[in-house]
């Protein structure tokens, strides 16, 4: 079953992260990889249990379960995109795996299980798709056995570190006013990507039924040079289906004009700059 996530990564590799150079690769890989294993560690699953592996995207937790537990715990890739479960199966068939994974299409706000029906609930970076987080919680809460688990990891995008941030007054065209709107858009309700943090992941959790509640937050400190692609890319990759890039959240504040001189000030400013940047991410333990 090794080859199972050495497959994995192979296919992430040729497909979602072709645009990487191999280093990135490499690094992107390892710490999936180092993600998945403390979160399937946290989730205390055993032999005979009915995992599901709730917006499965790629299949990273999913695969890991199977590589770990083989045929020995049920395994449901489960995902609102059609195109990720075909992904994940193709892959299974590839590898000759069946007897053990299942797949259900569905959103996290509507799970199409019986209740109580689940002994662990594994997500990946969902919660920030979804802007009712109470309502995903209670539907997880929903189809879990009593005693199941539900352990997840969030990233906390409204305490990232912000443009402003990395950037000098005397190097923008309107600073101060480019800055108010970046603290504006990271307090949004209506954003999915920022109207939360550590503290209402555990009321909301708690509200929704779960004991022994954990969040623990960590830091993430990355330290890199940056390039005037790299920025471009910043601005203008969506960090996820149907979501809006960075350009278009600012377009709700200024003109095109103004924003594309924003993105060049910004190019000219932090080009060939090594920066540092820190992420707040959230690992979630909670018990039914």
């Not at 879990?144 to 305490?159: A, H, R, T």
């Not at 278009?248 to 400013?269: G, M, S, T």
Request: aromatic residues 10%; hydrophobic residues 35%.
């Amino acid at each position: 079953m090794e080859k199972v996530c050495k497959n994995w990564a192979q296919w992430l590799k040729q497909t979602r992260f072709d645009y990487m150079d191999e280093t990135q690769k490499t690094q992107t890989i390892n710490w999936l990889i180092q993600l998945r294993n403390e979160l399937i560690n946290l989730a205390e699953i055993y032999p005979g249990q009915k995992v599901i592996d709730l917006g499965c995207g790629s299949g990273l937790l999913g695969f890991g379960v199977i590589e770990q537990f083989e045929d020995n715990v049920e395994v449901i890739f489960s995902d609102k995109y059609k195109g990720c479960l075909d992904e994940c199966q193709q892959l299974l068939e590839n590898l000759n795996v069946k007897n053990c994974a299942s797949f259900l299409k569905c959103n996290i706000t509507n799970i199409r299980k019986k209740t109580s029906t689940i002994d662990r609930a594994l997500t990946r970076s969902v919660l920030v798709h979804v802007i009712n987080k109470p309502l995903a919680f209670g539907e997880i809460y929903r189809i879990l056995k009593p005693d199941g688990i539900y352990v997840g990891f969030e990233p906390i995008i409204s305490q990232n570190t912000r443009y402003y941030e990395l950037l000098k007054p005397n190097q923008i065209t309107n600073y101060c006013e480019f800055k108010e709107a970046e603290k504006d858009m990271m307090e949004d309700p209506e954003d999915a990507l920022v109207n939360f943090n550590h503290e209402t992941l555990t009321d909301d959790l708690q509200e929704s039924g779960f004991i022994d509640v954990k969040v623990r937050i960590e830091t993430v400190t990355s330290n890199y040079i940056v390039s005037k692609e790299g920025i471009e890319k910043w601005f203008l990759t969506p960090p996820g289906p149907n979501q809006k890039t960075m350009k278009q959240r600012f377009l709700e504040y200024f003109d095109e004009e103004e924003v594309d001189v924003y993105i060049k000030e910004v190019q000219k400013a932090l080009n060939n700059k090594n920066v540092t940047i820190n992420s707040k991410t959230a690992f979630i333990k909670a018990i039914k």
